[in-house]
Every structure is written in C-alpha cells, then in structure tokens.
T-cell receptor
C-alpha cells in the first residue's frame, strides 16, 4: 500500500523567511496530493492540493510542486508570518480504497517573530 | 468547518467501557470517514462509508465499529475501550467528484482518554 514520508518533523524559521516541507510517496498510481494545516486544538484544514496532471500550483504565499518521476511533492510558504505556525500534513491518494488519504506524520512549523 | 460537527468534544472513559462518538454533517455529502490522530503518526483511516448501505474498513479498524444511521450521521463505537485507543478522533466528509479524488473536510475532533 501507499506510504508517505514527510520531512522535516519540525521546522523553525524567522518571520519573513520561506519554509519548505517535503513529502515522498511510494505508490506511482497516486494522483491527488492535498496539504492540510492544523492549528493547535483545531481541525485539519485544506490549504492547497495538486493533482497529478499539473506540476505546480500557487495560491498567494503558498505553492505546491509535484515531481511524479521522483514521487515527491513539496509545500512552499513564502514571507512566513507568525500565524503560519501550525502542524502541516501532506497526504496522497490513488483514488482507490474509498479515496483513502494516506497522511504523512506531520511537520511542526514555528515562525519566530 | 462548522458544517461538520462531532460529539462529544472531549471524553474520559475507563478500560472496558463501551463508548460512541458521533458525527453529523449538514454539507449534504454522501461520503463520510473516521480517522484517528496520534502524535508522530499523522491521521489514519478507521472506517469509511460511501452511503447509508455502504460501510468499509480502513487501515486500523480492529477494536472499532461504525454505524451510518442516515446520510448526515456516522457514528464510531469502541465496544470495549483500551488505553491505546487514547487519541484524537476526526470525522470527515466528501462529495464524489467524477473521475477524480475529492477533497475531504474535517470535523472539530473528539479527544478521547481511556484510563
């Protein structure tokens, strides 16, 4: 089955700097890759997703890139702000097994002001 | 997302007790899911349901059961709770998207402690 690895597990950046979180997946049939942000005590919220027919997607300060050949995808946050501090989860799905999302273990992002 | 609600939000129970966690949604979505979240492990799928008559096991269904009482309601039961079921439980919903994997929307979570 699918396995998703996420790195780093923790990331500290200075306000205004960029943050990059990387995930690798094992199932070449995976075609949907969402990123969720979870603030302390809150639910995971979808912040951006990408499908396998595109290589990059942007939404303001957030971007995701996908390399299908290498089977990895990355979240890029530019001009980080304190409110970006949260746990970020990547996930992958091949659309089978009930559209099951397989999640990475999460990255704790701390933005220092 | 206020359209997906979970009750209770917090629960403390004892080993061996039966407990039910409930999820309701007003999004009109057909598909519902139960996940558990443990530190360092991300979220793992317990059960999912594509409609009232369709229930499927996820990757960690042992020790759990579910009931889909209506399109809007999906309950998770722990028949005999054990301490390693202490976790944060999330319900999620989605709507079928032709030819593609759809987005899942999560409820606020239930924090369960089994003593």
């Amino acid at each position: 089955g699918e396995n998703v690895e996420q790195h780093p597990s923790t990331l500290s950046v200075q306000e205004g700097d960029s943050a990059v979180i990387k995930c690798t997946y094992s199932d070449s049939a995976s075609n949907y890759f969402p990123w969720y942000k979870q603030e302390l005590g809150k639910r995971p919220q979808l912040i951006i997703d990408i499908r396998s027919n595109v290589g990059e997607k942007k939404d303001q300060r957030i971007a995701v890139t996908l390399n299908k050949t290498a089977k990895h995808f990355s979240l890029h946050i530019t001009e980080t702000q304190p409110e970006d501090s949260a746990v970020y989860f990547c996930a992958a799905s091949n659309g089978l097994g009930g559209n099951k999302l397989v999640f990475g273990a999460g990255t704790i992002l701390r933005v220092k002001s | 997302d206020a359209d997906v609600t979970q009750t209770p939000r917090n629960r403390i129970t004892k080993t061996g007790k039966r407990i039910m966690l409930e999820c309701s949604q007003t999004k009109g979505h057909d598909r519902m899911y139960w996940y558990r979240q443990d530190p360092g492990l991300g979220l793992r799928l317990i059960y999912y349901s594509f409609d009232v008559k369709d229930i499927n096991k996820g990757e960690i269904s042992d020790g759990y059961s579910v009931s889909r009482q209506a399109q809007a309601k999906f309950s998770l039961s722990l028949e005999s709770a054990i301490p390693n079921q202490t976790a944060l439980y999330f319900c999620a919903t989605s709507e079928p998207l032709a030819g593609a994997v759809e987005t899942q929307y999560f409820g606020p979570g239930t924090r369960l402690l089994v003593l």
